[in-house]
């Protein structure tokens, strides 16, 4: 998108922005809760749009009135000062402008489901993917969106073979779509005589939680065996036909759920990731002509490839996708995971930038 096109679209934005905002106001709007709901969140959608070209015409603004000052001969020195920094800040915000006119990937708004498995290093991965799950589950509670744990595979160590749990709230999936790939941890495990640092590693899925509307399921589609729940949960959970099994007939994908003493909800809760994991496999399928590098950052199939490793020796972070180093291993660990996820949106928005402008 070139300049001219892009501020004729800045133009419309705003244009549409104001007329909605009237619209919003008006009563029979406010009297149609399902006409003033949508209304309201596609004002919020374009809010930060609208707020950031009004604050690069206000830049533009200043620049024009300073200009002239260049030719005022007890003004000159100002105008020579003030003007290239006026011009550098209004760059930098038609960069972020560019940003946030990018095609927004339709399931950004959505909730997700986070997958943790422990993978190479036996008890120390499972106690690995217990971190991670703690990490992800403090990052969510700063940012007040509720976790809901579907299904565990608890270890005999206290740590988790796999966990399976919902993340509800604000925009998740846009904030956690980078997390998913193959998490390295090195460190000297507390049963480690030697003192010898060991290799361990965990994969995490985030996949943006289906609703009904995206994926139907029908009955006959599915096979549902129901069977005594195994592990801890007391007398009542481990005696009675609570767990339960749903099989996916036509694609062979099989979901287990028995973490809830009713039969009932872990039905429910299987169905919730089937229809997910579905989803996922459909969303593979139309973007099998997208970039590589898109293609991995959101596929679920193949995560072979380290994407993070936490060294604990050396207190460090190290996402090897964008290069990036952070001396704050507690910290991350403890769930502040902010510093990092912006670092990768940041990236992955420059790159998508890239790319449109070399196609444009």
């Known amino acids: 998108m070139n300049a001219s096109a892009m501020f004729q679209k800045l133009e419309q934005v705003e244009a549409r922005y104001q007329e909605m905002t009237l619209e919003l106001a008006q009563p029979e709007v406010l009297a149609d809760s399902a006409r003033y709901q949508k209304l309201a969140k596609a004002l919020a959608e374009m809010r930060a749009v609208v707020e950031k070209y009004r604050e690069w015409k206000e830049v533009e603004k200043h620049r024009r009135e300073t200009k002239p000052l260049l030719d005022d001969p007890e003004m000159k020195a100002l105008a020579h000062e003030e003007l290239p920094q006026l011009e550098r800040k209004q760059g930098q915000i038609e960069q972020e402008l560019k940003i946030l006119l990018l095609p927004r990937d339709p399931n950004d708004e959505k909730n997700v489901l ?5 993978g190479t290093g036996g008890d120390e991965a499972t106690l690995f993917a217990q ?3 703690r990490m992800y589950s403090r990052y969510a509670e700063s940012q007040r969106w ?14 988790l073979k796999e966990v399976i749990a919902s993340i509800q709230g604000g925009k998740v999936y846009s904030r956690l779509k980078y997390e998913s790939g193959v998490h390295r941890v090195q460190r000297v495990p507390e049963t480690e005589q030697q003192g010898r640092i060991h290799t361990s ?3 995490v899925a985030v996949l943006p939680e289906a609703e009904e509307i995206d994926i139907q399921i029908e009955p006959k589609e599915m096979r549902i065996d129901t069977f005594c729940s195994s592990g801890p949960g007391g007398q009542s959970v481990n005696t009675t036909y609570s767990a339960v099994r749903v ?3 036509p694609t062979g994908l099989i979901v287990t759920c028995q973490d809830e003493k009713s039969q009932i909800k872990n039905k429910a809760k299987a169905l919730r990731v089937l229809r997910t994991r579905l989803y996922e496999l459909e969303r593979e399928k139309q973007q099998a002509a997208i970039a590589a590098e898109r293609r ?3 596929k679920s199939g193949d995560r072979s490839e380290k994407i993070r490793t936490y060294n604990f020796p050396q207190n460090r972070v190290t996402d090897h996708r964008i290069g990036l180093t952070l001396h704050q291993l507690p910290e991350l660990l403890d769930g502040r ?4 996820v ?3 949106v940041t990236h992955y928005q420059t790159e998508r930038l890239k790319k449109e402008l070399v196609s444009a």
Do not use: N
């Not at 509720?146 to 740590?159: A, F, N």
């Not at 995971?337 to 990092?340: G, R």
């Open 342 to 344: 912006d670092a990768l």
């Open 131 to 133: 971190e991670l799950f």
């Open 201 to 203: 590693a965990a994969t």
């Open 247 to 249: 099989t996916h007939l």
């Open 337 to 340: 995971l902010q510093p990092l």
């Open 114 to 118: 986070l997958e943790i498995r422990a």
């Open 146 to 159: 509720k976790v809901e744990v579907l299904s565990t595979s608890p270890s005999t160590v206290g740590g």
């Open 296 to 298: 991995e950052m959101v």
